[in-house]
């Protein structure tokens, strides 16, 4: 993965996201979050890949010592995803992707609340247009 | 969608997505897949389902309350929590127990697999419920 | 075995959620409901109450889940995070005993009971989490809980249901965007320390400063997190939404968002930036001050032109969050022991006023307060708790808002923060006008009768909501008459607060089975 590319996307799609929030229509907004969302996890997930890293499943055939998984000195500065000089990292962050998983899953849960409340919105007032719907004031 | 192609196709379909999401689910412990995964693709064969019969006709199968689903997953993946405090451990420390079955061979069974298997159904549970109130709503 | 001290932290969390599904699975028993959930939370409230004490005397719990050691997840039970659970289960169980007969039965039998299991689980995880990103997962836990509370209808709640998923909508988006900015601001973290256990964390930052080699972005981490935190919390350029919300949901929900869930930002502020980005709050604390400054002329401003009764007491509640805020900005040990007080005060206080204020807009039928008027002689009962109520958030003896009130100034007086305490005392003042005001509209002069075919005076609150209003008055007077006991626990909060070695040492340094 080259980091360049990914993180004009990530920009590219937190751009996206801002602009698609920003329209009047309710689904568009929904459609909005959800990008953004996205665009966050892949955040996340870049915040914990290196360049060439193997996915980080240990199969019973890994030889001890073939590699460092992860890195953790207070003493001589080290941390975690961050790999020391002269050592070579071949493996990502395993951690990064339960993070993601769990953010994926937390964005399904919220996507799908958000649809069906748009849904509902428009039953209740006939339209999905957000400069309309405007009855709290005060 | 009424068409005799997608009925003919989904009727073939759906087993087999569900025997792969069943697969999907135990295989999750050490390969790729998972309770969540396996849920998804459930309950994506189940609303295929629903879109090319129609709700009503489904209904009036079989009738299913797939909040009670939810209900269950959610206990189950909190009970294998708590039932290992009952052995002194803490919440959540996965047991393994490996056992020699006639014909099968040994098979060794990890309590997470309970735990996945209660985010099986609170995915099954939650999406389809959506699904189900949405598309009954008139 | 089950039940020893040391399981607690994780049975806090547990068991609401696993009652939560068991009252899915008999929802159409509402009576079975109603006394199985009492009996839970009360449960729930003695726990917390042991939690604290074991706490309070055996030193800070850490719970590794799974017992996966350094790099798993963990419950820390401070005293911070244990007296903030024991406020919670407080107001939940009142909130509970009101709702059973405040709440439809239609909302009864349907989602009212699961979702405030899931919601209380969240409030309970977030205070309890010592991992920044379970922080965020039990936000989102207690987010769309709160978003399906809203809907649910009560006997004294004339919203609208148009109005109400107005409501949500906004309330869901604005709170996904500060997630979302939460979410970056974790992932921001991660890549910098690479952990994301917090008293880990704070070794690292640490470690960092004193070598030197702060990263200038450390600090523009801190400020993603004010601004999130600041969300929850309703600070001033944040606050828009919470009027707009709040007033939306029935009066026991009201009561739980306004007393619990915008006090979460509050802890958020507490327990990340005083223990991880202690190095930048010289540069957060006086924006913290001016903000909270203006928070509070806002809240209050807002609140005198109010005339329908809930949406003041929102705009109150913004009002009131910036004293809160004031004293968490101050950030003397001294200050900090006020807000505390201030904090637990006001969510006695203002959920109190809330559940009066649900029962009051049922007796008069309408939530416009011009329509209301003299019903100190049919709803006595109401008069003299609203009337507590309101001498608690305005400060005034014997109530506990005169403690938590005196302290802040007090605290801002030994700091030195002069104009600050000048702007925060005239806006007292005001906050002693718009609510006596309100009382005497409601309560005092011309009776005036709303719906002439149902006489106001047969809508009287039932006998399970009068013992939820008493005992929360009778905290409310306890708090006031009595303080030195919440002062005391405030003070040695304040004190693990501006000194966090003994946290990080009992997270870090804790014996490995």
Redesign the interface.
Known sequence: MNPTMLSITIALLFGIGTFM?LRRD?IK?AIG?TV??HA?HM??VT??AFLGGKVPIITSDHESGSGII?M?D?AA?V????VPEGTEMIYSDP??QA?T???I??SL??T???L??????YQ??GTTDLNE????K? | MTTLIAKTVSKVCVPIIILFSISLLLAGHDNPGGG?IGGVMFASAISLFYVVFGVDHIESIYKNHWDKWFAVGLLLATITGIGIMLLGYNFLRSAYVSATFPLIGEISIISTIFFDIGVYLVVIG??LH?FKE?GEDK | MILSMQHVPVILIALPIIFGSLTILFRSKSTLQKTLNIAVFSFLLALSIALLLHVWYNGILVYEVGEWGK?GILLVADLLGAGMVVLSSLISLMAMIYATDYMDRKALDSTFFPLFNLMVAGLNGIFLTGDI?NL??FF?VLV?SS??LIVLTGRGDHTK???K?????KY??LN??SI?LM??S???L???????NMADIA??VG?LAD?GELPWHIHVIAMTFIVVFGYKAAMFPLHFWL??VHP?APAPIHAMLSGMVIKVGIYGILRVHYLIFSESMFMLQPILIILSLVTIAVGATSAI??Y?LK?LLAYSSVSQIGYVLLGVGMGTAYALTAAIVYLVNHAIAKSMLFLTTGETLYHAGTKDMRKMGGYAGSAPFLCIIFLIGSMSIAGLPPAGGFFAKLLIFDAGLSAQFYIPIAIALIFAIFTLFYLFRTWLTIFWGEVKYCDPTEACNIRNPTTSIKVALSLLAGVVIFIGVYPEPLIALSSVIAGQLLDPQPYITAVLERSVR
Request: glycine share 8%; hydrophobic share 60%; proline share 1%.
């Open positions: 929030i309710m907004v979050i953004l969302s966050t955040l996340i915040s914990g992860f953790d207070i500065g941390f975690a995803p961050i951690l990064v993070l998983l769990t953010a899953v937390i849960a919220t799908a609340v958000l069906i409340l748009a849904y509902r919105v209740e007032h719907i405007r009855r709290l005060g | 969540f939650g999406i959506i949405m | 790099y990103f965020f997962v989102e769309l978003c399906g249901m148009a109005d998923l107005e409501a949500i909508f869901l988006v996904m965007v979302i979410l970056v974790i992932a921001s991660y890549a910098t320390v690479g952990t994301l070794v690292k470690y070598a009027a707009d939306s032109g109010q329908d949406r």
